[in-house]
């Protein structure tokens, strides 16, 4: 079951961040989770927004490089060792996580998990009884 991550490349200066987030809130869009990654000249920033798409038309618009990326976000829960035992599934099914992000809020926790098959790691998931978040899910969490 995936879902549209918003993935925004960003130059590696002063104030880039804050513009596109900036940017966003101005255009009334909640950021469920966001996870940065950077190297030396540029920086990437990935999240899980409500309306992926209309997001991205939104950076777009303000000259933002922004794609939208299919991911899982997994269900875990929050208690010691559940995370691992997530990506041992995955492992033992010899399914490569590229990389991935997790975050919890109060007994809710879950993992953004990017890899090159989402169908067959949606599968090896579910055969385990895994739960997903799905889009209504991100809504629902929005607006709240």
Partial sequence: M???QLTVFLENKEGHLNDVLK???DNDVNII???LAESADFGILRMIVPEPEKAREILKNADFSAKLTEVLCVSVPHKAGSLAKTLKVLADANVNVEYMYAFSSGINAAAVIKTKNVNVATKVLESEGFEFWD???IKD???Q
Wanted: without cysteine.
């Fill in 33 to 35: 989770v966001a996870a």
């Fill in 23 to 25: 940017t966003l809130a």
């Fill in 141 to 143: 969490i929005s607006e």
């Fill in 135 to 137: 889009e209504e899910k």
């Fill in 2 to 4: 995936a879902l549209k």
